[in-house]
């Protein structure tokens, strides 16, 4: 079970709400970059509680609702496949990251961010690489960003079916390759992900 110990020690520092950070969606070809911000109670017991990516989906969606009727607070935000394609994916993902933070009914004065950068934040910060295997609030934060991204690629599977968007994800697969050369880009597709589609004109 992962332990509050990242939290706990900048509880006893002086910050009282310290809230994990955590993405998905950095790697797929389509669609927006999400990001959660979660502020859990403190010692709050989430029996599974881990890396969204080791669990079931069907764990995550029940983790999903769990942590959303528990967190004292919460918050889902994106950037646009636009943002993402003026910025590029990382600056697009910090920028939906402070949206997330920004976004907490209940302040956070403090964030735990999963990976290995943590700048421009309007609170102070700090980066943890492999966070979510780590921090319990990361790891809801984790589990509230893959869950709300994989609906959005059910959603965006109904929209362009060409593509088969819900089985993979909008990543890069063989099938997701050959449905672009096929049918060519969407509105949903990230220009500055499917350059190769332009070598082969």
Do not use: W
Request: aromatic fraction near 6%.
């Amino acid at each position: 079970m992962l332990e509050y110990q990242l939290e706990k020690e900048l509880n006893d520092a002086g910050y009282q709400y310290v809230c994990g950070v955590d993405e998905a969606g950095r790697g797929p070809l389509c669609g927006p970059v999400v990001a959660a911000a979660c502020i859990l109670p403190s010692g709050l017991v989430i029996e599974g509680l881990n890396d969204s990516k080791k669990l079931t989906p069907k764990k995550r969606d029940a983790l999903y609702d769990f942590i959303c009727e528990n967190a004292i607070a919460y918050c889902i935000a994106e950037a646009s496949v636009a943002e993402i394609d003026e910025l590029n994916i990382l600056e697009a993902d910090l920028l939906a990251m402070r949206r997330a933070i920004d976004g907490l009914a209940v302040p956070a004065d403090f964030a735990l961010i999963d990976g290995n950068i943590a700048r421009d934040f309007q609170i102070p910060a700090k980066a943890i690489v492999k966070g979510d295997a780590i921090s319990p609030s990361i790891a809801a934060a984790s589990i509230l960003a893959k869950v709300t991204r994989d609906r959005q690629c059910e959603e965006l599977d109904r929209m362009y079916p060409q593509y088969g968007i819900a089985k993979h994800k909008g990543y890069g697969t063989k099938a997701h390759m050959n449905a672009l050369r096929e049918h060519g880009p969407s509105p949903i597709h990230r220009k500055q992900f499917i350059r190769f589609l332009e070598k082969q004109e």
